[in-house]
Nanobody, 123 residues
Framework: QVQLVESGGGLAQPGGSLRLSCAAS????????MAWYRQIPGEERELVAS???????TYTDSVKGRFIIFRDYAKTTVDLQMNSLKPEDTAVYYC?????????????????WGQGTQVTVSS
């Protein structure tokens, strides 16, 4: 099992910044992808940014140029720096981790979610 603890979030004004942090603990060996999702009530959870081991970060179009994902492989943490915030960024943000293990010809995977942290952008 992997436990995820999120911190950060809160209230910000339009144009402001917030930083989210997520720390993974427990059975962390084999973590391949760390990412951030967000969800607005009544809508599907949306991938915001992700970083796979050895790969380059990816972002959803609406946050490109404003959000930056940081991954610390030694500490098994993933942060999301959110700049130039807009009211439409208001959502609950979730940390996400995927683990993979097993032989190359038959890999297993498991996914884990944080508890979610509220981000509200409003004047």
């Amino acid at each position: 099992q992997v436990q995820l603890v999120e911190s950060g979030g809160g209230l910000a004004q339009p144009g402001g910044s917030l930083r989210l942090s997520c720390a993974a603990s427990g059975s962390i060996r084999g973590i391949s992808t760390m990412a951030w999702y967000r969800q607005i009530p009544g809508e599907e959870r949306e991938l915001v940014a992700s970083m796979s081991s050895g790969g380059t970060p990816t972002y959803t179009d609406s946050v490109k140029g404003r959000f930056i994902i940081f991954r610390d492989y030694a500490k098994t943490t993933v942060d999301l720096q959110m700049n130039s915030l807009k009211p439409e960024d208001t959502a609950v943000y979730y940390c996400y981790v995927k683990k993979t293990w097993g032989p190359v010809e038959r890999q297993y995977e498991a996914t884990y979610w944080g508890q979610g942290t509220q981000v509200t952008v409003s004047s």
